[in-house]
């Protein structure tokens, strides 16, 4: 049963991989920025790790701080026992000495510890987030030249000939123009074509006129 589940989750995964892949190789752009955003997801949990990094050395030094207040203070209270002759409470008192100062001593090893953390995350942070900005910069980069590609690609298709097609798009667009204007000048030359005939004639019959006289 282990087995079947298991080539199950493989044939899953193996789809599923095979679907990014698909695209990926479709909109190339589109997966990067979908890798950018998840990139940018985990640079955000790794700034609130060092950000909480940081609330817990000021936790540990202020948890140090009040041990360390403590011991002074039961130091203190048990010299005053002592010299009060209050064998109870002097030793109660260095009792307590003793915890606090314990605590103060491991106090001060998680702190050292978390601030040698908070340097390493601190460190791996800005390494992150230098990275992440060069993938930025190489998405506008990549973009530039995609934008470049398609443009030409573009272009090409409105200005090169091919194979398949012998005439430009320029040139099936010169061709309609000159059709349209022979059809406008045909049209024209037809409408006007009676006013001159009847011009041509008045003209030469005036002309008769003037030479019989």
């Known amino acids: 049963m282990a087995n079947l589940f298991t080539r199950i989750k493989d044939t899953i995964s193996a789809d599923f991989h095979e679907a990014l892949d698909q695209k990926e190789q479709k909109n190339p752009v589109a997966m990067l920025n979908q890798y950018l955003r998840e990139s940018e997801k985990e640079t ?7 950000e909480r990094q940081y609330r817990l050395k ?46 103060a001593e491991r106090l001060k ?39 470049i590609a398609r443009a030409h690609y573009r272009m090409n298709q409105v200005i090169e000939e091919s194979a398949d ?14 059709d349209m204007e022979y059809k406008v000048n045909s049209s024209y030359y037809r409408g006007t074509f009676d006013s001159k005939i009847a011009k041509l004639e008045k003209d030469m019959k005036e002309e008769t006129s003037v030479t019989s006289n």
């Open 44 to 50: 955000e949990k790794v700034r609130k790790l060092v």
């Open 58 to 103: 000021d936790e540990f030094s202020r948890e140090l701080q009040k041990s360390l207040d403590m011991a002074e203070k039961r130091k203190g209270q048990a010299e005053i026992a002592q010299k009060a002759g209050e064998a109870s409470m002097y030793e109660f008192a260095v009792n307590e000495q003793q915890e606090y100062e314990a605590r």
């Open 109 to 147: 090893a998680s702190r050292l510890e978390s601030m040698e953390q908070l340097e390493t995350l601190e460190k791996k942070y800005e390494v992150m987030k230098h990275k992440l900005k060069d993938m930025q910069l190489k998405r506008m980069e990549l973009m530039g030249r995609e934008n």
């Open 165 to 178: 097609k012998p005439y430009s798009r320029f040139a099936e667009l010169d061709r309609y123009i000159e």
